[in-house]
């Protein structure tokens, strides 16, 4: 079993930054594909931002496209979402995900792993 845990959400005022961490253990990540998803209230589960198991091939939706960067440090076991020029629509729920795999994975379903969710609020 691998159990994930978000941190660094909070309260950022609009064109802010901050960076999101998930840390994972009972499994090195570096065997998983890493997803990020977000859930605002009222609104299904979206896809953010994925990266394959090898940690060299990055795929975002289109929203946050140049915004945001996922990345990982092995040695921490630990994956990361940096967001920058942040707008009030990216005011979510943040949570990570984990599966076993190469590829990108952009749905839910595709996801094995789910940390708790860091809540992200962006004000005007």
């Known amino acids: 079993q691998m159990q994930l845990v978000e941190s660094g959400g909070g309260l950022v005022q609009t064109g802010g930054s901050l960076r999101l961490s998930c840390a994972a253990s009972?499994?090195?990540?570096?065997?998983?594909?890493m997803g990020w998803f977000r859930q605002a209230p009222g609104k299904e589960r979206e896809f953010v931002a994925t990266m394959y198991s090898t940690g060299d091939s990055t795929y975002y939706a289109d929203s946050v496209k140049g915004r945001f960067t996922i990345s990982r440090d092995s040695a921490k076991n630990t994956a990361y979402l940096q967001m920058s020029s942040l707008k009030p629509e990216d005011t979510a729920v943040y949570y990570c995900?984990?599966?076993?795999?190469?590829?990108?994975?952009?749905?839910?379903?595709?996801?094995?792993?789910w940390g708790q969710g860091t809540q992200v609020t962006v004000s005007v």
């Open positions: 009972g499994r090195t990540i570096s065997a998983y594909a």
């Open positions: 995900a984990a599966t076993y795999g190469v590829g990108w994975y952009l749905r839910p379903n595709d996801y094995n792993y």
